[in-house]
């Protein structure tokens, strides 16, 4: 008991408990999402606007708990960037994201989101004007091709291929705004620490998103929605978004953020097991065949030696929410 009590408190104290947790947290999103389709016929935006207006108070809460004498104003052209950080992070990110998971599966999902890291480096290199590298090339190939076949998959047995083509080119959107998103936030955090970032950013993106649904839906019928489609969107909002960003910004604290983004590979796995455990989605060969394709090259990717990220660049770059 007493080793188990000192193995706690070391998993704490180094921050791979929060990595873990943060791990779990943005990997549970989709199993929200899908079980949410499930129990009622509520669409994408209606359940984003439940996300993120019920997520709304607590990035209130990230920004002002990230106060302190070392945060300057922020200007016109920080408030500008910040709104765009918002629009492509968490606005445009989860509204593809969540038209995609109307059409395919929370496995197939989370490894076409996990590719954006090597959309960054095409982005990065596209900015720095330098060719990529062999190593980053064949590393990309490598995620690309367990994205293949993982893909392939699906639609040969899903009887279903038009719906999962759709689903796959809205969640490689997705991946690609959340790619911008993560390209961006270098910039702003030169005025601004991660948790104060992310609260800013999550609660633009929260005022779009609401905005939008009152703009196409009505508002009374959300009332009508089954109360588990609202718990539903109350944990992906408090264990899939908020917490995550915290426990995050805790292990980075802790442990570095290489080390961190480390412990985010474990994210499609997690979601793998967790949509085979939930839903009762089949894992087959093939998926775990291209995970590990894709695992693999992702664990091999770097960025550009020319303008290596600092610690508080990457810190400030979430794990896909």
């Known amino acids: 008991m007493n080793n188990l009590r000192a193995l706690c408190q070391r998993c704490v104290h180094n921050g791979s408990l929060f990595a873990v947790l943060s791990a779990l947290g943005f990997s549970l999103k989709a199993i929200f999402v899908k079980l949410s389709y499930a129990a009622s016929q509520v669409d994408a935006i209606t359940l984003l606007a439940m996300r993120m207006g019920l997520a709304l108070p607590l990035f209130a809460w990230l920004v002002w708990a990230s106060r302190g004498p070392s945060n300057a104003p922020l200007g016109w052209g920080d408030g500008m960037r910040v709104m765009l950080l918002g629009l492509f992070g968490y606005y445009l990110a989860s509204l593809f994201d969540f038209y995609g998971l109307e059409y395919i599966s929370a496995g197939l999902e989370r490894l076409i989101l996990f590719t954006y890291p090597t959309l960054v480096l095409v982005f990065q290199a596209i900015a720095l004007r330098e060719r990529p590298t062999l190593r980053t090339l064949a590393a990309m190939g ?6 293949g076949i993982a893909f392939v998959h699906d639609v040969s047995v899903a009887g279903m291929g038009n719906q999962v083509i759709v689903g796959a080119a809205w969640v490689f959107a997705s991946a690609v ?18 948790m104060r970032l992310a609260g800013l950013a999550g609660g633009a993106s929260s005022l779009m998103v609401l ?5 196409v839906a009505d508002f009374a019928g959300l009332w009508q929605l089954p109360t588990a489609v609202w718990v539903y969107a109350a944990l992906m909002a408090v264990v899939s978004t908020v917490l995550p960003i ?17 412990v985010g590979n474990l994210g499609p796995v997690l979601t793998v097991l967790a949509s085979w455990a939930v839903l009762s989605e089949e894992v087959s060969v093939y998926q775990m065949a291209g995970l590990a394709l894709v695992l693999f090259g992702v664990s091999q990717l770097k960025p550009a ?16 929410a």
């Open 211 to 215: 905005a939008h649904y009152l703009l």
């Open 246 to 262: 915290y426990w995050v910004a805790l292990a980075i604290q802790r442990m570095g953020a290489t080390h961190t983004a480390a």
């Open 177 to 194: 705004t959340y790619a911008l998103y993560y390209s961006g936030t270098g910039i702003m955090l030169k005025r601004m620490n991660s």
């Open 305 to 320: 030696k020319a303008k290596a990220q600092a610690p508080e660049q990457v810190e400030a770059a979430p794990q896909k």
């Open 142 to 147: 490598l995620c690309y091709l367990g994205l």
